[in-house]
């Protein structure tokens, strides 16, 4: 059984950074999108940044040349570097595994960005 754990959140001051991990437990192999997804409460959940299978990256405008997704295959891991925080990037962050049969959610991880 698939388990995906986030690691890394927490307050920050705005203009900080915050890196984010994400590790997947059990066999889940490279072949595999990879993303970060945040929801603010009332709000439906959005894309922040996603590694697909082929290689690339996609981020959503709002994060574009501040934050940057990487994925580590031989440790079944993802990551996000987010630089220059705004309080708008508060939010609950959820990792997220993409199979060709299944998607896999982490239980999420608080970032909250506040002066």
């Known amino acids: 059984q698939v388990q995906l754990v986030e690691s890394g959140g927490g307050l920050v001051q705005p203009g900080e950074s915050l890196r984010l991990s994400c590790a997947a437990s059990?066999?889940?192999?490279?072949?595999?999108?990879r993303g970060w997804y945040r929801q603010v409460p009332g709000k439906q959940r959005e894309l922040v940044a996603i590694s697909t299978r082929d290689g690339s990256t996609n981020y959503a405008d709002s994060v574009k040349d501040r934050f940057t997704i990487s994925r580590d295959n031989a440790k079944n891991a993802v990551y996000l570097q987010m630089n220059s925080l705004k309080p708008e990037d508060t939010a609950v962050y959820y990792c997220?595994?993409?199979?060709?049969?299944?998607?896999?959610w982490g239980q999420g991880i608080q970032v909250t960005v506040s002066s």
């Open positions: 059990g066999s889940i192999g490279s072949n595999n999108a």
């Open positions: 997220s595994f993409q199979t060709l049969y299944y998607n896999y």
